[in-house]
Nanobody
Framework: QVQLVESGGGVVQAGGSLRLSCAANGRAFNINGMGWYRQAPGNGRELVAAITMPGRTNYAGSVKGRFTISRDNAKNTVYLQMNSLKPEDTAVYYC?????????WGQGTQVTVSS
């Protein structure tokens, strides 16, 4: 089993920055890709950014140029640096990790951007 522990959410003013972290515990050696998703009230869960084991990245168009995903494979940790935050970035952010037999999800961390 793999447990994902997220941290770093909070309240920030528009234009500010936050950094999310997600550490994978347990049988983390089976993890391949990792990513961040978000879900705003009334909306479905959407991909924000993803990163493969070698480090190839993919971003949603709405965050490209503002958010940066990175990972430390030795620590089984993925990060999301969020700059120039906008009120529309307000959502619960979830960490996801691809395992051998399925995906694992974190509990979610709230990010609120005030205007």
């Amino acid at each position: 089993q793999v447990q994902l522990v997220e941290s770093g959410g909070g309240v920030v003013q528009a234009g500010g920055s936050l950094r999310l972290s997600c550490a994978a515990n347990g049988r983390a050696f089976n993890i391949n890709g990792m990513g961040w998703y978000r879900q705003a009230p009334g909306n479905g869960r959407e991909l924000v950014a993803a990163i493969t084991m070698p480090g190839r990245t993919n971003y949603a168009g709405s965050v490209k140029g503002r958010f940066t995903i990175s990972r430390d494979n030795a620590k089984n940790t993925v990060y999301l640096q969020m700059n120039s935050l906008k009120p529309e970035d307000t959502a619960v952010y979830y960490c996801m990790a691809e395992g051998l037999y399925g995906n694992y999800w974190g509990q979610g961390t709230q990010v609120t951007v005030s205007s």
